[in-house]
C-alpha cells in the first residue's frame, strides 16, 4: 500500500465517518416505524472486504460490532458467488448471522470497484415484529429459537440488483406487520446502496491504493492508540459480575455474569468463564453480541478523544472469551430474545466493574435498568392492531469518575444511542394517554458524583384491552452497582393501576392489562462514583434549588444541612455532621403503597426483593 499524505488520509477517514452517519440519518428519515424513525434503534458501518471494520462511529454496538463474524462466514457461505448488486439479509443468531437477537434485521451490500470485491456495509435495524409467538420478539417461554420468531440465515434478497420477489414475499407473509416492515426493510436497502456510491465515488476520486492505504494507516494508528491506554493499566487480573433479576421462565432466581479482565503489557482479555450456564429462559447471549459488549465496555473506559477512531486497529489488542454453553455464548436452540437487555447489560455492567478497579480514575457506573415492554392491543381510532415500544421509560446514565451521570440517554446497552421518543409522536401513532414523563427527586444513585435523574412515567390505556410482555425489562430486585463508594443503581418499578388497585408488573413476563388502566414505570437514575460524603457542599445545595434531590436527602445522605423551605446551607450544623462518616447509610426506595421515593436505610438484597 502506499504511503497517504496527512491531508489526503484525514480527507478518506472522515469520508467514512461521515458517509455512516448519512446512513443513519437517511434510514430515520424514510423508514416509518416508531422503533427505527423515532427511537433510532439501528446501526451501520463500513467493513474491509476480508471483515475488518473500517467506519462504526454511532449505533448500538450488539448491532454492529460482531459484524465481523458475520462477514468472515459470509465470505465462506457464498464463495465465489457475491457480485455487484447482491444484498444479503440475515437476522440469524447462530448459523452465520452471528446476530443479537432475531427482531435486529441486517442487510449486508458487497462492494465492488473494477470488478474486485473491495468493502461490505451494513445497515442494521429492530423491527416492528418479526413472527414468533408474541409481538416483538419478546415472549419470555418460548420452546426454542425457532418459537421466538423468524430465522433467516444469510440468504440473497437481491441477486445482481434484482429482487426476489418469492423469497421476499415468504418473509413478509410470517411478520404480523407486512407493510410497515416492507417500508422499513426498503429504506435500509435503499441505505445501503446509497453507502456503495459513495464509496465507489470515493475510490474513484483517490484510487484504490490511496484508499485502501489510507485505510491500513488508521488500523496501525487507532491500534497505537489502544495499545497505549491499555498499557497505562497495572498488570494483574479485575473482575467484576452483575446479575439480571432472572431468565423468564425460572422466576425470581437472578442470573449472573462473571468477568475476569487480564491485563499484560498493552493487551487485555476479558474472560466471561465463570458466568452462569445457559438458561432455559430468553436472557441468553451468542458470542459475537457478548464479544461486541465486552469491546464496548472497554473503549468507554478510554480517551473520550478516541472515540471517532475506533475500528479494526481498536480490537487487535484485545481478547473476548466465553466458552460454548454459557449465558454468554448459548448453544442452539437457546433462546436469546431479551439477551440484549439482560444477560447484554450485565457483560457491559460486569466489565466496567472490574476496569473500575484496574482504572479508578476512568471509573463509569452502572446505568438505569431498560425499563422497556412491548404492547399488543388494539387502537379503536383505526380498528387495527398495534405493538407499542419505546425507551421513554428508561431511567439515565451514570456517573462517571469527574462528572455526574447525565439525565436522559437511554440504557447503557445502547450507549445513549437510542433515543426516547416524542410524546405528541406518541399519542398519534398509539392509544395511549401520556399523563406524566418527568424526573424525580432523589431516585438515583447518589456519590461524590451522582447518577442522572430517575424517570417517572404514567399513561392511560384508551385502546383496547392487551396484553403488555415485560421481556425487555430488568432491574426490579438486582441493582446496577455504583463505583468507589457510589451508590448502587436503586430499584425500578412497574405498576398497572386499576382503580385502587396497584398491580405489581415484574420483568421478563406477559401480563393482561385492560382499557382505563393507567401504567406507571418508576425508572431509576444511574449509579454513583465515590463517597456521597465527599461530594462539595455547593454542589449539594445545587442540586437541591434545582429539586434534584430533597433537603431530607442532603442531610441523611450528603451530609449537608439544608433548610427544606429557604433551601439555604447551615455551615455549622453541616460542619457538625461532616465530622465523620456516618455508621448509618440511606438510599432512594419506592413505596409500593404511595408510589412516592423515600429516603431508607441501606437495605439487604433480600429486602429489596420484596
Known amino acids: 500500500?502506499?504511503?497517504?499524505?496527512?491531508?489526503?488520509?484525514?480527507?478518506?477517514?472522515?469520508?467514512?465517518?461521515?458517509?455512516?452517519?448519512?446512513?443513519?440519518?437517511?434510514?430515520?428519515?424514510?423508514?416509518?416505524?416508531?422503533?427505527?424513525?423515532?427511537?433510532?434503534?439501528?446501526?451501520?458501518?463500513?467493513?474491509?472486504?476480508?471483515?475488518?471494520?473500517?467506519?462504526?462511529?454511532?449505533?448500538?454496538?450488539?448491532?454492529?460490532?460482531?459484524?465481523?463474524?458475520?462477514?468472515?462466514?459470509?465470505?465462506?457461505?457464498?464463495?465465489g458467488d457475491l457480485h455487484p448488486g447482491d444484498v444479503i439479509l440475515t437476522n440469524d443468531p447462530y448459523h452465520g448471522g452471528h446476530n443479537n437477537h432475531l427482531p435486529d434485521w441486517g442487510f449486508i451490500r458487497p462492494v465492488f470497484f473494477e470488478g474486485?470485491?473491495?468493502?461490505?456495509?451494513?445497515?442494521?435495524?429492530?423491527?416492528?415484529?418479526?413472527?414468533?409467538?408474541f409481538p416483538g420478539g419478546y415472549f419470555a417461554n418460548a420452546y426454542d429459537i425457532i418459537a421466538e420468531g423468524l430465522n433467516i440465515p444469510p440468504l440473497k434478497v437481491i441477486k445482481r440488483s434484482v429482487v426476489d420477489a418469492d423469497l421476499k414475499k415468504l418473509i413478509l407473509n410470517n411478520v404480523r406487520w407486512p407493510v410497515e416492515v416492507n417500508i422499513d426493510t426498503d429504506a435500509m436497502i435503499a441505505?445501503?446502496?446509497?453507502?456503495?456510491?459513495?464509496?465507489?465515488?470515493?475510490?474513484?476520486?483517490?484510487?484504490?491504493?490511496?484508499?485502501?492505504?489510507?485505510?491500513?494507516?488508521?488500523?496501525?494508528?487507532?491500534?497505537?492508540?489502544?495499545?497505549?491506554?491499555?498499557?497505562?493499566?497495572?498488570?494483574?487480573?479485575?473482575?467484576?459480575?452483575s446479575s439480571t433479576d432472572d431468565d423468564g421462565t425460572i422466576l425470581d432466581e437472578p442470573v449472573t455474569v462473571c468477568v475476569d479482565v487480564t491485563v499484560k503489557g498493552d493487551s487485555i482479555t476479558l474472560d466471561y468463564s465463570r458466568s452462569d450456564a445457559q438458561r432455559p429462559g430468553f436472557i441468553n447471549c451468542r458470542y459475537a453480541p457478548t464479544y461486541a459488549r465486552a469491546i464496548a465496555a472497554v473503549m468507554i473506559t478510554m480517551d473520550p478523544a478516541l472515540a471517532d477512531f475506533h475500528n479494526q486497529g481498536s480490537v487487535r489488542p484485545i481478547t473476548v472469551i466465553a466458552p460454548p454453553g454459557n449465558v454468554t455464548n448459548c448453544n442452539y436452540p437457546a433462546t436469546v430474545g431479551a439477551g440484549p437487555v439482560a444477560v447484554g447489560t450485565q457483560v457491559i455492567e460486569a466489565t466496567i466493574e472490574a476496569l473500575a478497579k484496574a482504572r479508578p480514575e476512568r471509573a463509569v457506573a452502572s446505568w438505569g435498568k431498560h425499563r422497556g415492554d412491548y404492547t399488543f392491543a388494539t387502537d379503536p381510532r383505526t380498528g387495527e392492531r398495534y405493538v407499542r415500544t419505546t425507551f421513554d421509560y428508561d431511567g439515565s446514565a451514570g456517573a462517571v469518575w469527574g462528572h455526574d451521570g447525565m439525565t436522559g440517554p437511554t440504557t447503557i446497552v445502547t450507549l445513549g444511542?437510542?433515543?426516547?421518543?416524542?410524546?405528541?409522536?406518541?399519542?398519534?401513532?398509539?392509544?395511549?394517554?401520556?399523563?406524566?414523563?418527568?424526573?424525580?427527586?432523589?431516585?438515583?444513585?447518589?456519590?461524590?458524583?451522582?447518577?442522572?435523574?430517575?424517570?417517572?412515567?404514567?399513561?392511560?390505556?384508551?385502546?383496547?384491552?392487551?396484553?403488555?410482555?415485560?421481556?425487555?425489562?430488568?432491574?426490579?430486585?438486582?441493582?446496577?452497582?455504583?463505583a468507589h463508594g457510589g451508590q448502587q443503581v436503586?430499584?425500578?418499578?412497574?405498576?398497572?393501576?386499576?382503580?385502587?388497585?396497584?398491580?405489581?408488573?415484574?420483568?421478563?413476563?406477559?401480563?393482561?392489562?385492560?382499557?382505563?388502566?393507567?401504567?406507571?414505570?418508576?425508572?431509576?437514575?444511574?449509579?454513583?462514583?465515590?463517597?456521597?460524603?465527599?461530594?462539595?457542599?455547593?454542589?449539594?445545595?445545587?442540586?437541591?434549588?434545582?429539586?434534584?434531590?430533597?433537603?431530607e436527602a442532603a442531610r441523611l445522605i450528603y451530609g449537608v444541612a439544608v433548610d427544606p423551605l429557604t433551601?439555604?446551607?447551615?455551615?455549622?450544623?453541616?460542619?457538625?455532621?461532616?465530622?465523620?462518616?456516618?455508621?448509618?447509610?440511606?438510599?432512594?426506595?419506592?413505596?409500593?403503597?404511595?408510589?412516592?421515593?423515600?429516603?431508607?436505610?441501606?437495605?439487604?438484597?433480600?429486602?429489596?426483593?420484596?
Not at 426516547?420 to 414523563?437: D, Q, V
Request: glycine share 10%; proline share 5%.
Open 1 to 79: 500500500m502506499e504511503t497517504v499524505d496527512p491531508i489526503t488520509l484525514s480527507t478518506i477517514w472522515y469520508s467514512f465517518q461521515s458517509l455512516c452517519r448519512e446512513m443513519r440519518s437517511m434510514v430515520t428519515r424514510t423508514a416509518q416505524s416508531y422503533l427505527i424513525s423515532t427511537l433510532k434503534d439501528l446501526s451501520v458501518g463500513v467493513w474491509l472486504a476480508d471483515g475488518s471494520a473500517v467506519a462504526v462511529p454511532e449505533g448500538l454496538p450488539s448491532q454492529f460490532l460482531g459484524t465481523t463474524f458475520t462477514i468472515v462466514d459470509i465470505l465462506e457461505m457464498f464463495k
Open 116 to 133: 474486485e470485491l473491495l468493502f461490505f456495509t451494513l445497515v442494521r435495524g429492530h423491527q416492528m415484529d418479526t413472527g414468533g409467538s
Open 191 to 241: 441505505t445501503g446502496k446509497f453507502a456503495e456510491n459513495r464509496i465507489v465515488d470515493l475510490l474513484r476520486r483517490y484510487g484504490r491504493d490511496t484508499v485502501l492505504g489510507a485505510i491500513q494507516e488508521m488500523f496501525a494508528r487507532t491500534e497505537r492508540a489502544v495499545r497505549a491506554e491499555i498499557a497505562a493499566i497495572p498488570d494483574g487480573t479485575y473482575s467484576g459480575e
Open 417 to 482: 444511542a437510542v433515543q426516547r421518543g416524542s410524546i405528541e409522536e406518541a399519542e398519534i401513532r398509539f392509544p395511549w394517554r401520556m399523563l406524566k414523563l418527568e424526573t424525580r427527586p432523589n431516585f438515583t444513585g447518589h456519590g461524590r458524583w451522582r447518577g442522572g435523574g430517575g424517570i417517572d412515567w404514567r399513561a392511560v390505556n384508551e385502546g383496547s384491552d392487551g396484553r403488555m410482555s415485560t421481556g425487555s425489562s430488568d432491574g426490579d430486585v438486582v441493582q446496577g452497582k455504583g
Open 490 to 551: 436503586p430499584c425500578a418499578r412497574t405498576f398497572i393501576v386499576r382503580g385502587e388497585q396497584k398491580i405489581r408488573v415484574k420483568p421478563h413476563r406477559i401480563d393482561p392489562f385492560r382499557t382505563g388502566d393507567m401504567v406507571v414505570k418508576l425508572s431509576p437514575g444511574g449509579g454513583g462514583v465515590g463517597d456521597p460524603w465527599l461530594r462539595p457542599v455547593d454542589e449539594v445545595a445545587l442540586d437541591a434549588r434545582n429539586e434534584k434531590i430533597t433537603a
Open 567 to 610: 433551601l439555604q446551607v447551615d455551615k455549622a450544623a453541616t460542619a457538625r455532621l461532616r465530622v465523620s462518616p456516618p455508621a448509618q447509610r440511606y438510599e432512594a426506595v419506592i413505596n409500593n403503597e404511595t408510589l412516592d421515593i423515600e429516603i431508607k436505610p441501606v437495605r439487604t438484597q433480600a429486602d429489596k426483593a420484596l
